[in-house]
């Protein structure tokens, strides 16, 4: 579905897209999508250390055939840079996760669903034909819901499950936290739909009720066995989605899993961490496994 877009122009960047998402969303959404953890300095910290970068140009190097493509997990991408697990995406259009899909599928790159999603996994699937996608995990209290979320994602075609392990309890969102945020009526956490109290989000009096959903649902007492246990249900490459420091980098080696995800949940757990492209778990362990960078 066609959205109008309020520019005398086309908008030609994604700071432009950002400005419009501003000002077409509604408050509830907007917030959720835009705003980090507490005071938000690691917010400004991800968005501070990506600018920091400089390009060190080198002349007089034929341009004329230039190949981005490279290979993760195995599965070729046309440059290096795919789409992070990004939930609710339906409160911002109608064909919410699916259009992100088809979108990566078109470019040929990888989209990476969320748990959370507003459409279930199986829709998103279908609508993106051969595209390469991966599924983020949340590790629940249930264990035999976690179990069939893995079960259905590799049976849909998903590459990779993305197990994230930086929200034992959710970020306090100071903006969700004041809109006492929940889903519009229409909307649900699409892959729970068999489990009415997994696929509804409640308000509460002075919470977010995403807040009050990670804290009743998933399980706080994850662990690196808790990683072994997902790896004992699938036989697709496991990837973990958090780390942020070289000393769980090498923990993730030890466990036998296929890649990291470098990743402060775009500044939305806890406030005050490295930014993504702090260099410490970089290093030490780019030979060893396959290594990706959240951005903010």
């Known amino acids: ?3 109008k877009l309020f520019y005398m122009d086309p908008p030609l960047c994604v700071a432009d897209f950002e400005r419009h998402a501003g000002a077409v969303l509604a408050k509830n959404a907007w917030d959720y999508y835009s705003s980090g953890a507490n005071q938000q300095q690691t917010l400004k910290d991800n968005v501070d250390a990506f600018k920091s970068y400089r390009i060190r140009p080198r002349m007089l190097r034929d341009v004329s055939h230039v190949d981005t493509a490279l290979k993760v997990l195995g599965e070729e991408v046309a440059f290096p840079i795919c789409v992070a697990p990004t939930a609710l995406q339906c409160m911002a259009h109608p064909d919410g996760e699916k ?3 088809r979108a990566c599928a078109k470019v040929k790159t990888c989209m990476t669903l969320s748990s959370w999603s507003t459409t279930s996994l199986e829709d998103v699937a279908s609508s993106s034909g051969s595209g390469l996608r991966w599924f983020q995990l949340y590790v629940y209290r249930d264990k035999e819901l976690t179990r069939r979320l893995v079960t259905r994602a590799q049976s849909a075609g998903y590459k990779a499950i993305v197990v994230t392990v930086d929200t034992p309890i959710l970020g306090r969102r100071l903006a969700d936290a004041r809109n006492r945020f929940t889903l519009p009526p229409h909307l649900s956490l699409a892959n729970f739909k068999q489990t009415e109290t997994a696929a ?3 308000t509460g009096r002075q919470e977010s009720g995403l807040f009050q959903y990670t804290a009743s649902l998933i399980d ?5 066995e808790s990683v072994r246990w997902v790896q004992s249900l699938t036989s697709l490459p496991i990837v973990i989605k958090g780390i942020l420091t070289a000393e769980d980098a090498l923990e993730a080696v030890k466990c036998g899993v296929q890649g990291i995800i470098v990743s402060n949940h775009g500044a939305r757990q806890l ?3 490295l930014p993504t492209v702090s260099p410490s778990c970089n290093r030490a362990v780019t030979a060893l496994l396959q ?6």
């Open 220 to 224: 706080p007492s994850l662990t690196w």
């Open 200 to 202: 509804k989000l409640v």
């Open 271 to 273: 406030d005050g961490v």
């Open 99 to 101: 259009a992100t899909a």
């Open 1 to 3: 579905a066609a959205i």
């Open 291 to 296: 290594l990706c960078c959240c951005g903010w």
